[in-house]
DNA sequence: CGGTGTGAAAACCTTCACAGCG
DNA sequence: CGCTGTGAAGGTTTTCACACCG
């Protein structure tokens, strides 16, 4: 998942919980999806299979938007759509900066689930000379120098990071400063930002590390024992050498030392 | 955020809770980072700090893998960074085929965070007969009508999605059914799979819709008045409202009940 | 001392199950 | 009757705070 957060200030009444919003955008696109399709009702049922979730749950998320279904029959798509829409803020314009115009940055810039849902790509940002002027997805690429003006003259509060790691911090610092309040940032690195303004990541190699280790569960259960290089060593016991001190010389698994993980 | 179906079997033994198996990952990556600047050990808020989350929790979440640091001390950062990439299932290579080579698939293709940690692109594939034998990111796009023959070749368990919602679940039946028990999509759509197959989503409009629910809600805080985020609301009157009538009736949205207009 | 490891409390989220309304 | 809306129960995650150890 992909989460991040600054922290809520343990706020009011009327509070949606951060699991429901986060579900929102699911339920909108089921809705979207009818909605194409012309259907004019769906129960919670139907709804929740539409969306991946349960319907006990879809019930309750929509518990806290309000009443708008009608109990024998089901929800009104349309009207949900808009309810839902409004809840997230959709239904006003969302000005968008792409800082970082790599694969990734091309393939956000391009991306049509943005444009449909109240989001536009006001500029895209990269600091290679050799890029300026250059159209990507339709939108010329223009220089991190105009960074600042850019938001300031489009007015925008959220900006999408999609840099190195190495720079995304002065890039975040230059955007929070330029008034951008909320960010999504898709650089492996942890981003510090004043109170005030939120940041969720997007990490490509955290959820698939997140799968390899459901995987690696699956291979050893149905072995009950093991069999890959790697044995399952130690699992009951939380035995295991916790001062393995001296760089050098730590003892580790069966294999010899140095795990296989090294980047470049 | 999303995890897939395979629900824990509740009986088996070594439980870490799902979500630390979530922050180990990042964990990891703040490790790494000290390994490369060679610091020896690290204190649990120090590595808290640079994970980006506070270190009770991070405590918390180690003392689930066992006891491998030192009191007074803190964690022998190599030692810890063994530790959690076998937790993962790092300390193997795991194969990987990206299915949809666009933009995206290009992108991920080129992600240096895969081969870092373990995961080895085995095949890049596409439908476009255009595609076929086109070199991305160093290795040659193959055709998917091959997929089969790919995965069962290379052993291949995981898979990752990078095509269009349209043809998402088709390409994800032919992966399960070649073998493929864990899925990376990020098709804006819902996949079913059988039971025993993982999936996990990455949908990169919701993040942004997520952005742009609290951006709405401190847009409306500073703006001193209550009355939450729509205050004026009223905006015409379309809309087809389940069944708001009758006094005392069911009113419990934000607004009243009156709709609102549908946006395009 | 300084910092880990961990029970216990608190907060949060999900699921159950059913009252009640259309 | 069918389905929503929701208290209450159950489960999970986070936070607290402190015993305990190097």
Redesign the pocket.
Known sequence: MATGRTH?P?TRSRGI????VA?LPLYLRALTALSERSVPT??????AAAAG?????L?????YL??????????DVEYLVYQISRELGLTQDWPVVIVGIGNLGAALAGYGGFASRGFRVAALIDADPAMTGKPVAGIPVQHSDDLEKIINEDGVSIGVIATPAGVAQQVCDRLVAAGVTSILNFAPTVLSVPDGVDVRKVDLSIELQILAFHEQRKAGEEAGAESGPDSGTDTGA?AAP??ARTAGGSRKGPDGDVPAVMPA
């Open positions: 809520r343990a919980p951060e699991a429901t579900r769906v129960s919670s049922e139907e709804l979730v349960n319907s006990a749950k019930r309750k998320d929509f518990s309000g009443s708008y279904g009608t109990r024998g029959v089901g929800y939380p916790p001062a």
